[in-house]
């Protein structure tokens, strides 16, 4: 039977509704579907290399070619319906499941023993962090600054920690075009690492799985790093174009040393749990099976240690540090800025968008 108007309108606004991010793909096939079966075939002139998004969303629309509206419609309702079951049937934790707190569309904010968690929490994309995500991450750790629990900690939701930037994040340019970007971005990454300089509370990192780029880094501003033996840490800014953030230039050649921080940093070599507890990026390192319950247990006995004595002893480790490690955020953002616009970077975006690289 062919999809009436009314499907489709009630596809278009299901598709409002869903829980779980359906990821850049999909959406841009609806949005094909939609515009063909709205105003049929692609009449629109080819944007700019430069203009990603709208490029992508071009690509994908006439690449339709002449389907008819109505397959077009009948499509998109399908594809609606096939999201709809998929995305009930996932086990993703459902966004503000911490009902009495802040609601958060990417993350999972819970508090409870004397220690808040902040769990990453888009599985689906390897909880790479997007746009929406850093201010979020920026909010929570505000929170839990001023809240009554003693430790702060910080995790994944599913098989990864983290993957990092989420390079589509580069394809949503404003009106002052990837100048303007490129800027905003510097700011954005200046204030997120700069919370994690300034958080005043014990800090710690559960790495339940890899963790990659802006993840690895900032663990260098953490007060301790557990991690599963499954865990990897991983930097691969120069095959990105990159170069380091989240104070890596100046925390990691003081935590290991210059040559393995060179490994890391410069070649992108990959460290397992291990490799990263022997260099001293991880406190300790627990079997996966095991992990959860070792863990949760210490933290918990932790938790209970008179809470002004731990803040005031992160101030003294931590506070001769600060200005320095604000002036390091500066120049990381500033030099990233740079190298956003560069050929190097754009194309490995760009390899990574159109399914063409992994790390
Ligand atoms: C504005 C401040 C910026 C600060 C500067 C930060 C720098 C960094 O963090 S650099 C590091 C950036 N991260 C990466 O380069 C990782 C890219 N991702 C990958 O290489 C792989 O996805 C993987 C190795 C992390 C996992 O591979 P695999 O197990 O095969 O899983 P999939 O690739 O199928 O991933 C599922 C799904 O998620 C999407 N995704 C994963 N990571 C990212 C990411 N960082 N950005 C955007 N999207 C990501 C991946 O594309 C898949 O999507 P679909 O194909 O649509 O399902």
């Not at 509206?69 to 503000?96: C, F, H, I, M, W």
């Amino acid at each position: 039977m062919r999809a009436s108007q009314e499907d489709f309108e009630s596809a278009m606004n299901q598709v409002k509704l869903l829980k779980k991010d359906p990821g850049n793909e999909v959406k841009l096939r609806l949005y094909a579907l939609y515009k063909q079966a709205t105003e049929g075939p692609c009449n629109m002139p080819k944007p700019g290399v430069f203009d990603f998004i709208n490029k992508a969303k071009w690509d994908a629309w006439n690449a339709l070619g002449s389907l008819p509206k109505e397959t077009a419609r009948q499509n998109y309702v399908d594809l609606v319906s096939s999201l709809t079951s998929s995305s009930e049937s996932s086990t993703q934790v459902k966004p503000g499941a911490d009902r009495g707190q802040q609601e958060y569309e990417n993350l999972v904010v819970t508090s409870e023993d004397g220690i808040t968690k902040i769990m990453f929490n888009r599985p689906t994309r390897k909880n790479a962090i997007s746009t929406q995500m850093y201010q979020e991450i920026m909010l929570a750790l505000k929170a839990a600054s001023k809240d009554d629990s003693t430790i702060t900690v910080v995790t994944g939701n599913g098989d990864y920690y983290c993957s990092g930037n989420d390079l589509a994040n580069f394809t949503d340019i404003p009106p002052g075009g990837v100048e303007e970007k490129a800027k905003q971005s510097a700011i954005m990454l200046r204030d997120f690492v700069g919370t994690f300089i300034d958080f005043p509370k014990p800090l710690v990192a559960v790495v339940n799985g890899p963790a990659v780029g802006i993840s690895v880094t900032i663990l260098g501003l953490f007060d301790a790093v557990y991690a599963s033996d499954r865990a990897t840490f991983h930097t691969p800014f120069s095959h990105l174009g990159l170069s380091p953030e989240g104070c890596a230039s100046y925390t990691f050649p003081k935590i290991m040393g210059p040559a393995k921080a060179t490994e890391m940093l410069i070649f992108g070599k990959k460290l397992t749990a291990g490799e990263a507890c022997a260099q001293g990026l991880v406190t300790e390192v627990f079997p996966d099976s095991t992990f959860q319950k070792e863990v949760w247990t210490r933290l918990k006995a932790y938790s209970k240690l008179p809470p002004n004595s731990m803040r005031i002893s992160k101030q003294v480790i931590r506070n001769m540090e600060k200005e320095k490690l604000h002036a390091v955020n500066a120049e990381e953002s500033s030099v990233l800025q740079e190298r956003w616009l560069s050929d190097e970077c754009i194309n490995a975006t760009m390899n990574f968008l159109s399914k063409k690289a992994k790390l």
